[in-house]
């Protein structure tokens, strides 16, 4: 089993629709919990952190299940400018706390 | 206020030739990884650092390929005798303990 698993992509929708993105981790004791974005051709970028009771920014909801080591990210009212590629991160408390990047999902919003 | 620093933002080598790479992570971050992403691809763990040294150097991909860190800073990836498969962008992230990491903007290498 992955450290670190996301949904495959990619993800195909229509401007304004609703997309969820789920992301397992399998060390039970990780602790720090985020989403990155990354636009072709460049570096990746913190979309947002995750803290344990959900968080929500905007348009962007994201949720923690510790019972289920899950992570997910919902993202309403698409645009097309959040086409990209959405990428988890966990920390790994076991590997000295090392962040662990899932392969990512991308994203396609269409007009 | 600053980020994370790379240089050179690009570089073209020759096949067999030795490269350095730079990495100067946001002042006062503990941790720095270096990644590699080819075209059309996804982010491949290289090294990771914690202060000065490296518990996790598993994703070096061969031994031309070597990484120091100095007074819990500045980075530098060293890869002797490039190959054209070392043709990438090379990514530097820094973080303090185990929070948010920050991506520099990455050097793409090319080798010919």
């Known amino acids: 089993r992955k450290e670190v698993e996301q949904d495959p992509g990619p993800f195909n929708v229509p401007e304004g629709a609703t997309v969820a993105f789920n992301c397992t981790y399998s060390n039970s004791a990780s602790q720090s919990f985020f989403w990155y974005r990354q636009d072709c051709r460049k570096e990746p970028k913190l979309l947002m952190s995750?803290?344990?009771s959900g968080n929500e920014d905007g348009r962007f909801t994201a949720q923690l299940n510790r019972a289920s080591q899950y992570i997910s990210l919902l993202i309403r009212d698409s645009k097309l400018s959040d086409s990209a590629t959405y990428l988890c991160?966990?920390?790994?408390?076991?590997?000295?706390?090392?962040?662990?990047f899932g392969q990512g999902t991308e994203l396609s919003v269409k007009p | 206020g600053a980020g994370v620093s790379q240089s050179p933002s690009n570089k073209v080598t020759e096949k067999g030739k030795d490269v350095e790479l730079r990495c100067d992570p946001i002042s006062g971050h503990t941790a720095l990884y270096w990644y590699r992403q080819s075209l059309g691809q996804g982010l491949e763990f290289l090294i990771y650092f914690q202060g000065n040294s490296a518990p996790d150097k598993s994703g070096l991909p061969s031994d031309r390929f070597s990484a120091e860190r100095t007074g819990g800073s500045v980075s530098t990836l060293t890869i002797q005798r490039t190959q054209q498969e070392d043709s990438a962008v090379y990514l530097c992230a820094s973080s303090f303990l185990t929070g948010a990491m920050y991506f520099g903007p990455g050097t793409r290498l090319l080798v010919l």
């Open positions: 995750v803290y344990s």
């Open positions: 991160v966990v920390n790994m408390r076991n590997q000295g706390g090392k962040l662990i």
